[in-house]
């Protein structure tokens, strides 16, 4: 860490343990002080797992140094973001995907409002960061379009490298739990409605229509969004799949692992994505890819995986049925996989965001 | 499958509407997707709605197609996450199509001129939904942390409201709402009841969390009261405290907030609202919080009247003992 900084602070809007941003800023914090660097994590809301390692975001006022360095979180919109902005300490706004309002805007006004408040913030913070932190060069190009003039891209810090190891008792346990001959797709994600789970079921139901009659879908995810997950049921229900799909929620990351492991591949349609942790698992795990080319997908996965540029229930069915169906190549595109998620550097991405943040220049004490 | 979806409606999609990777989709794919999108709060009125305006074209084609059941009743709880305007354009429009359409067949059928009775059956309906979407508004129309209202100190009676709630119960937890830093649920715990405290001021709620000895024992959710209740199903809790909410919200609101509480409430628990002395509330408040709050405490001669007028028995009012808290406490049949 160079001179200029005393301590580098995270804030985020709320810490969740078990998602990709609080796994981000948890990590961060943890590679901070790990490099000597007196490091907190602030919120605006606390959250019953993670009360004990955050505190509330005015708290800050009490201990705050001119040479400090404040690392917000950008995910979601928070009241926290304008008491950022009129702060004069060096800002680092770590930007990770901001779902477009659009995507939620049937399913549930108020978060659809939020995403739109968190672009707003966007437009605010980006010009006033001495540096932007990306996830994805897809997020970094945001940053650039919002004002922000100096950025880095650093993958997601958290994501487990080498990836979790599920052990054979459990891969046999739901291996067992799958039945039939399959194949067996997989699609991880929040069941929220730019993960196009939706889009998912559809293909499901027109592959077993035509070339694949025991394809079965499993589901992992959390409702994040009621209306979208109860809908989900009951679209599966109505297209005749209730016994072929499974929605699995709250598993431990070995059995996550297991899930990758056991399934023959991984369908993911979200209409957004600013970095895709399930893509980066799935490469991990050796389970080859089916995706649709949304926002960072294409980026991150880099030929380690069949690449849609449409996502009709016909052509994504195909492309399934195709991978499946040519070894040579699912072999080819699972190897690429592995190379892709060794390239990342995951392993790494905590201490190159906590050394990016070493070539800061000295505060100039005011906000700009 | 998904008839009338399939492109043939000069309506356009949901503004912003997201559709990547779907353009080009034959016919069929699309209706399959579009199956998917009725099932959204917006989707089937969107559906609901090109619906009612084929049929306002097309009458005599669609005499034996099935009519829109109507949204869900599960969506129409979720009404102030949408746009009533639209539900509410939609869901008259898809009556007075389903009216019009009928009256057509009607007219030609028989002559005769029963359309004006369908309009004003129509407009009768409308005049009803908009009472019933009136009603449904949130009453609390400013949130506790928009208004300099602190949470109200539940420590004075304490005492009061263990007695009242009566011997403990593992089972169904004990509501109270609002709960403040939470020392009143801390307390009802220790005399080992289950307790779920809400509190809409998140620094209320960290104040409990930073004091709460046992880690992760302090229950408190961060919500409105009243927006809690409603997702709470009926006789789930052992019993409900109701403070701070019930003297901030106008009258509505109040009842809104005790036929929830009565309705959460299993037969023989208690329902104790904590009503603070009219004279305190005045002089604990800055001009412009009581001003601004939609309602001010009632007399507890009143919470007697709406409690027994809500249904409760053996309803009874302790005067403060310490502090300014009266308790007005009745409780739920058996």
Redesign the interface.
């Known amino acids: 860490m160079g001179p200029n900084v005393n301590g580098a602070h995270l804030f985020v809007p709320m810490l969740h343990r078990n998602d990709a941003v609080g796994k981000h800023t948890l990590a961060v914090r943890d590679a901070l002080v790990a490099a000597g660097v007196p490091s907190q994590i602030f919120t605006?809301?606390?959250d019953?797992?993670t009360?004990?390692e955050t505190r509330?975001y005015l708290d800050y006022e009490k201990l705050s140094d001119p040479e400090d360095v404040l690392i917000y979180q950008l995910a979601t919109d928070s009241e926290m973001a304008v008491w950022l902005s009129g702060r004069s300490e060096r800002l680092v706004l770590n930007h990770h995907s901001i779902t477009?309002?659009?995507?939620f805007?049937?399913?549930?006004?108020?978060i659809a409002r939020l995403q739109t408040g968190a672009l707003q913030r966007l437009e605010v913070l980006a010009p006033r960061a001495v540096l932007g932190v990306a996830d994805s060069e897809f997020n970094a190009a945001e940053l650039r379009s919002a004002g922000c003039r100096n950025t880095t891209v650093v993958p997601v810090a958290g994501i487990s490298v080498p990836p979790v190891d599920p052990g054979p008792d459990l891969i046999e346990r739901v291996r067992a739990g799958q039945g039939g001959p399959g194949p067996h797709w997989l699609s991880v994600g929040r069941w929220a409605?730019?993960k196009a789970h939706?889009?998912t079921?559809?293909a499901l139901?027109?592959a077993r229509a035509t070339t694949e009659p025991h394809a079965t879908l499993t589901l992992v995810g959390s409702a994040t969004e009621p209306?979208?997950a109860?809908?989900l049921r009951?679209?599966a229900a109505?297209?005749g799949l209730g016994d072929a799909v499974e929605f699995v929620a709250g598993i431990s990351d070995a059995e996550l692992a297991a899930r990758y492991r056991c399934a023959d591949v991984l369908v993911m349609?979200s209409?957004?994505e600013g970095f895709g942790v399930p893509l980066v698992e799935a490469m991990g795990q050796g389970t080859p890819i089916v995706a649709?080319d949304?926002g960072a997908v294409g980026e991150v996965m880099d030929g380690g995986g069949v690449l849609?540029?449409?996502?009709?229930?016909?052509a994504v069915a195909g492309a399934v049925s195709q991978l499946l169906s040519d070894r040579p190549r699912r072999d080819r595109l699972v190897e690429a996989g592995r190379q892709r998620f060794d390239a990342l550097g995951l392993d790494r991405a905590a201490n190159r965001l906590v050394e990016a943040l070493g070539h800061l220049g000295a505060p100039t004490g005011a906000p700009s | 499958m998904a008839e009338g979806v399939d492109g043939e409606t000069d309506i356009p999609a949901?503004?912003?509407?997201?559709d990547?990777?779907?353009?080009?989709?034959?016919a069929d794919?699309q209706a399959?997707?579009a199956?998917?999108?009725r099932?959204?709060?917006?989707?089937s009125l969107?559906w609901g709605f090109d619906d009612a305006m084929r049929r306002i074209a097309h009458p005599e084609t669609d005499v034996t197609a099935p009519a829109w059941p109507g949204l869900p009743d599960?969506?129409w709880e979720?009404g102030r996450?949408?746009?009533i305007g639209r539900r509410f354009v939609g869901d008259v429009a898809g009556v007075m199509a389903e009216v019009l359409a009928a009256d057509a067949r009607a007219t030609a059928a028989a002559a005769s001129a029963g359309v004006n009775l369908a309009t004003w059956d129509a407009l009768r309906y409308l005049a009803a939904r908009v009472e019933a979407l009136e009603a449904a508004q949130d009453a609390v129309p400013l949130e506790a942390a928009e208004l300099s209202l602190s949470a109200p100190d539940l420590t004075g009676p304490a005492d009061e409201v263990e007695s009242l709630l009566g011997s403990p119960d593992r089972g169904s937890p004990v509501m109270v709402g609002e709960c403040g830093d939470g020392a009143l649920v801390h307390r009802l715990q220790e005399s080992g009841w289950r307790v779920e405290g809400i509190e809409p001021r998140?620094?209320s709620?960290?104040r409990g969390?930073d004091s709460d000895d046992d880690?992760?024992g302090l229950?408190i959710v961060?919500a409105e009261v009243l927006g809690h209740l409603r997702t709470v199903p009926p006789a789930a809790r052992a019993g409900v405290v109701l403070a701070g909410c019930v003297d901030r919200v106008g009258l509505a609101a109040k009842i809104g907030l005790l036929e929830e509480a009565s309705r959460v409430t299993r037969p023989g628990g208690a329902v104790v609202v904590l009503a603070t002395d009219q004279s305190a509330w005045d002089r604990a408040l800055d001009p412009p919080a009581r001003d601004l709050a939609p309602g001010r405490p009632l007399h507890p001669e009143t919470w007697l009247l709406l409690l027994r007028r809500s249904g409760l028995t053996d309803v009874v009012w302790r005067r403060p003992s310490s502090g300014v808290l009266h308790a007005v406490a009745g409780w739920v049949r058996t």
């Open positions: 605006d809301r606390p019953s797992q009360v004990g509330p477009p309002p659009a995507c805007a049937s399913w549930n006004n108020a409605p730019n939706h889009d079921l559809a139901f027109v209306a979208y109860g809908a009951r679209y109505a297209l349609l209409d957004h649709f949304a849609l540029q449409e996502k009709h229930p016909r | 949901e503004p912003g509407a997201v990547a990777g779907r353009a080009g989709a034959a794919e399959l997707l199956a998917f999108d099932l959204s709060p917006q989707g969107q599960d969506l979720r996450s949408a746009r998140a620094a709620a960290w969390f880690q992760g229950v961060i």
